[in-house]
């Protein structure tokens, strides 16, 4: 049998769920302003020094391409596009979104 694991740092990105999955909750919020969101992107920050990000369509060609490409075997990869600073993420908003308030961290 052969495995291949796909780890996924938060991920963002449309959804067809009815409700924010917990990887969206926590990328958001500092708009949300969710303590325990908001703690729990802290703690990912001081665990990895970044906060790992990718989009839910990159996780989907991660995938299929793990599938399609059988060289790749018993492999352990992290799939994540960008490594960020929760002040870089709070930043993003505050620069395309200044009609939303966040609060002071």
């Known amino acids: 049998m ?17 409700s924010l999955s917990g990887s969206l909750a926590v990328c958001i919020s500092h708009l949300t302003q969710n303590s325990e969101e908001l703690k729990s992107l802290k703690f ?9 990000l990718v989009h839910i369509d990159d996780v989907c060609e991660a995938h299929i391409f793990c599938m399609e490409n059988p060289s790749i075997t018993n492999g352990r990869f992290l799939c994540a596009n960008s490594f960020v600073s929760s002040q870089e993420i709070a930043n993003y908003y505050l620069l395309n ?9």
């Open 97 to 105: 979104y200044p009609e939303i308030q966040l609060k002071q961290q």
């Open 44 to 52: 990912l920050e001081q665990l990895l020094g970044k906060i790992p």
């Open 2 to 18: 052969e495995v291949v694991t796909l780890t996924c740092g938060l991920v963002g990105g449309d959804t067809v769920q009815s």
